[in-house]
């Protein structure tokens, strides 16, 4: 057996970050960012790595779950651009990160992960922070059955 393989998932062993909404197949997270406060995860419940691994019902349901969360985070936060990235380098389940990006984001244009180029902008923060539980709420109601 490898390191690898050894090395219990962290999306099975846990939410991966503070649960937001929760059906059998996907859940939705907000990640534990703090300069990030718009940064969401649709996560696949069951441990598959990628998108062909599910069937096309189910991928349709994980795309559309991603949608309804960039759609509520457009309509709310009114951001410059979402980002959208399913990577899975460093946690191999299969999982969307739904990000709101702004002009006043310290990294912006830069991916999320770069570098900050400067400082955040704190009343920015603050609003888009003071908004996630509207956030959740929109979630909860478009992701309802």
Not at 45 to 61: F, I, P, T, W
């Amino acid at each position: 057996m490898n390191a690898a393989a050894a090395t219990p998932c962290e999306l099975c062993a846990g939410d991966g970050g503070a649960l937001v909404w929760r059906n059998e197949e996907l859940r939705v997270i907000q990640a534990a960012e703090p300069e990030v406060p718009a940064f969401y995860r649709v996560v696949w419940n069951a441990h598959v790595a990628e998108m062909s691994e599910l069937d096309a019902g189910q991928q349709a349901r994980l795309m559309a779950a991603v949608l309804s969360v960039e759609q509520v985070l457009r309509e709310l936060l009114v951001p410059a651009k979402i980002n959208l990235a399913s990577l899975g380098n460093m946690v191999p389940h299969l999982h969307w990160h739904v990000i709101a990006r702004d002009h006043a984001d310290s990294r912006w244009p830069a991916p999320i992960w770069a570098p900050a180029q400067r400082s955040v902008d704190p009343a920015r923060q603050a609003a888009w922070a003071a908004a996630q539980p509207a956030v959740w709420h929109r979630i909860r109601e478009r992701l309802a059955p």
